[in-house]
């Protein structure tokens, strides 16, 4: 999400407010007034060009699954960039072979399950809705209309025309429309409105696919529930749809587990018929993808039908591979689940009048606030040297590195006590 642009340059270094105006200068103004501009880092810890340490409690937004400079991520890196760092999709790379095969098997997807690469959430998802377009087109269908892709209230599935046509937030989307026809959205955790949705097939074509994230991360980490999510796998059975979950934020250990869907408290215990994922995949460098579950969805596409120049690079591969073997070598999966549980529970009891309840799984979760005033409260955070994010004008998200400690979450808690309660709103 975009910046505040509560940052002044009155409040900022020599340094970060001389190059902030740079930045001004040649950077189109999409992002908002960048808060500081970062100079180096190192495991959970980042400083900004003046100097100012701050305790990163938002990992580039889910992305630092190893947080900054682990050695086996540099390694990877640069022994790849020393053979080879681009090749295109002509050919392939030993790193591209092996990260699908440890997704595959990370996700306990069936036999004939593929993977595709590409290098974003909103990319993942552009070909998650393609797929659902391929296996709409074989669905028996009266009405002439196209096959509906069916989405949920709060979603986000990212900002390219595809995306966006799933993604909930009226003021991001609608200046954009027309975007592409069939989407539908309803109601998050309402069986009777999904219900209702693949009862109007007769009239309004046939649905295709639901998408859904199982923790609705940019509405303010919000579980949908896993009653409702079981439900959508059992509509989508009987109707012959796809389920598709996007885990692009919470997948690669965020909730604990390598995907969320295999929490059985946000699933229910559902099997999707395809999964999303970005953001941690590489931890740090650009990568997305799709994994389709089973031979007869690993199928739709066919060769032409996508693609893209720097899907499944080499550099990207080496960094997924080497952040999924640190994942299972170093126990994150089990390091998410307990520093996730100290935080809401340390949130929960810390005694901050602001803080009405702390939510989340593993290492994604929010502090709720009494009042909207979010971007105020992540400002002094900031200020008083940590990173964390407003992500809804009653929710500060928090998604750290996995490598996070102990001692990092008593810090993390110790300053959001601190949080001033009568704080402006947004």
Same mark, same amino acid.
């Given at each position: 999400?975009?910046?505040?642009?509560?940052?002044?340059?009155?409040?900022?270094?020599?340094?970060?407010?001389?190059?902030?105006?740079?930045?001004?200068?040649?950077?189109?103004?999409?992002?908002?007034?960048?808060?500081?501009v970062?100079?180096?880092?190192?495991?959970?810890?980042?400083?900004?060009?003046?100097?100012?340490?701050?305790?990163?409690?938002?990992?580039?937004?889910?992305?630092?699954?190893?947080?900054?400079?682990?050695?086996?991520?540099?390694?990877?890196?640069?022994?790849?960039?020393?053979?080879? @760092?681009?090749?295109?999709?002509?050919?392939a790379?030993?790193?591209?072979? /092996?990260?699908?095969?440890?997704?595959?098997?990370?996700?306990?997807?069936?036999?004939?399950?593929?993977?595709?690469?590409?290098?974003?959430?909103?990319?993942?998802?552009?070909?998650?809705?393609?797929?659902?377009?391929?296996?709409?087109?074989?669905?028996?269908?009266?009405?002439?209309?196209?096959?509906?892709i069916?989405?949920?209230?709060?979603?986000?599935?990212?900002?390219?025309?595809?995306?966006?046509?799933?993604?909930?937030?009226?003021?991001?989307?609608?200046?954009?429309?027309?975007?592409?026809?069939?989407?539908?959205?309803?109601?998050?955790?309402?069986?009777?409105?999904?219900?209702?949705?693949?009862?109007?097939?007769?009239?309004?074509?046939?649905?295709?696919?639901?998408?859904?994230?199982?923790i609705?991360?940019?509405?303010?980490?919000?579980?949908?529930?896993?009653?409702?999510v079981?439900?959508?796998?059992?509509?989508?059975?009987?109707?012959?749809a796809?389920?598709?979950?996007?885990?692009?934020?919470?997948?690669?250990?965020r909730?604990?587990?390598?995907?969320?869907?295999?929490?059985?408290?946000?699933?229910?215990?559902?099997?999707?018929?395809?999964? /999303?994922?970005?953001?941690?995949?590489?931890?740090?460098?650009?990568?997305?993808?799709?994994?389709?579950?089973?031979?007869?969805?690993?199928?739709?596409?066919?060769?032409?039908?996508?693609?893209?120049t720097?899907?499944?690079?080499?550099?990207?591969c080496?960094?997924?591979?080497?952040?999924?073997?640190?994942?299972?070598?170093?126990?994150?999966?089990?390091n998410?689940?307990?520093?996730?549980?100290?935080?809401?529970?340390?949130?929960?009891?810390?005694?901050?009048p602001?803080?009405?309840?702390?939510?989340?799984?593993?290492?994604?979760?929010?502090?709720?606030?009494?009042?909207?005033?979010?971007?105020?409260?992540?400002?002094?955070a900031?200020?008083?040297?940590?990173?964390?994010?407003?992500?809804?004008?009653? @929710?500060?998200?928090?998604?750290?590195?996995?490598?996070?400690?102990?001692?990092?979450?008593?810090?993390?808690?110790?300053?959001?006590?601190?949080?001033?309660?009568?704080?402006?709103?947004?």
């Amino acid at each position: 999400m975009a910046q505040s642009d509560d940052t002044t340059l009155e409040q900022l270094g020599p340094k970060d407010a001389a190059l902030l105006q740079q930045y001004s200068d040649v950077h189109m103004n999409v992002f908002g007034t960048p808060l500081r501009v970062m100079d180096h880092a190192q495991g959970t810890r980042i400083w900004d060009v003046d100097g100012n340490e701050y305790l990163d409690f938002l990992g580039g937004i889910a992305v630092n699954s190893l947080g900054y400079g682990h050695p086996a991520w540099i390694k990877a890196l640069t022994e790849q960039a020393n053979k080879v @760092a681009h090749t295109s999709n002509y050919f392939a790379t030993v790193p591209q072979i /092996t990260l699908a095969s440890k997704l595959i098997e990370k996700a306990g997807a069936p036999e004939g399950s593929l993977v595709y690469f590409g290098n974003s959430g909103a990319e993942a998802n552009e070909a998650a809705m393609k797929l659902a377009k391929l296996h709409g087109n074989t669905l028996p269908n009266n009405t002439g209309k196209p096959a509906r892709i069916i989405a949920l209230t709060h979603a986000f599935h990212g900002r390219t025309l595809g995306a966006l046509s799933i993604t909930w937030k009226p003021v991001i989307r609608e200046q954009f429309e027309p975007l592409v026809p069939g989407a539908q959205f309803v109601e998050a955790g309402n069986v009777q409105a999904l219900q209702d949705a693949f009862d109007a097939s007769d009239e309004q074509g046939p649905v295709a696919a639901v998408i859904m994230e199982l923790i609705q991360g940019e509405a303010g980490v919000l579980p949908v529930g896993a009653e409702f999510v079981k439900a959508a796998r059992q509509l989508c059975t009987e109707h012959g749809a796809l389920l598709i979950i996007d885990e692009v934020q919470t997948g690669i250990g965020r909730t604990g587990k390598w995907f969320a869907f295999q929490r059985e408290d946000l699933s229910g215990g559902i099997i999707p018929d395809a999964v /999303t994922f970005a953001k941690g995949v590489a931890g740090g460098f650009p990568m997305g993808g799709l994994i389709a579950f089973g031979k007869r969805n690993s199928s739709l596409f066919t060769p032409g039908s996508h693609g893209s120049t720097f899907a499944g690079n080499p550099l990207g591969c080496a960094c997924g591979v080497a952040t999924i073997d640190t994942i299972e070598s170093e126990g994150l999966l089990a390091n998410a689940e307990e520093r996730g549980k100290q935080l809401r529970d340390g949130l929960a009891s810390c005694g901050n009048p602001l803080f009405t309840q702390s939510r989340g799984r593993g290492l994604l979760n929010a502090v709720v606030l009494a009042h909207p005033c979010a971007h105020a409260a992540a400002n002094w955070a900031l200020e008083h040297g940590l990173i964390v994010n407003p992500v809804a004008p009653h @929710a500060l998200r928090m998604a750290p590195p996995l490598v996070v400690s102990e001692s990092d979450v008593d810090e993390a808690v110790s300053i959001l006590a601190k949080v001033p309660s009568d704080l402006p709103d947004d």
